[in-house]
């Protein structure tokens, strides 16, 4: 069974920096196209689209919010100048297939979340 795991959450001050992991294990269908998107959630609160790659043509998409302080790579997701309003649960996903991808939560895999939180 393939499993996500992120890492890497935790107290951050505003303007600060952070860097997700999403590690992979179980995985025993050696594709090389798939979709890697990263999801937070606010308790009560929709899950929201983040950042997106897809393996197939490095295409990225991002929200609108995180756009510019964000950046995602197949591994990592990497955040600059933390706002609070980014605090939330972030859970990252996969996709499996070559199409661009998209911000929904039309992912097959999903992690477990790690916390971040934004906060002086």
């Known amino acids: 069974q393939l499993r996500l795991v992120e890492s890497g959450g935790g107290l951050v001050q505003p303007g600060g920096s952070l860097r997700l992991s999403c590690t992979v294990s179980?995985?025993?269908?050696?594709?090389?196209?798939?979709?890697i998107g990263w999801f937070r959630q606010v308790p009560g609160e929709e899950r929201e689209g983040v950042a997106c790659i897809s393996t197939r043509d490095g295409i990225t998409n991002y929200a609108d919010s995180v756009k510019g302080r964000f950046t995602i790579s197949t591994n990592y997701l990497s955040m600059n100048n933390l706002k609070p309003e980014d605090t939330a649960n972030y859970y990252c996903?996969?996709?499996?297939?070559?199409?661009?991808?998209?911000?929904?939560?039309?992912?097959?895999?999903w992690g477990q979340g790690t916390q971040v939180t934004v906060s002086s």
């Open positions: 996903a996969r996709r499996d297939g070559g199409d661009t991808c998209q911000l929904d939560p039309d992912y097959t895999y």
């Open positions: 179980g995985d025993t269908s050696y594709l090389y196209y798939y979709s």
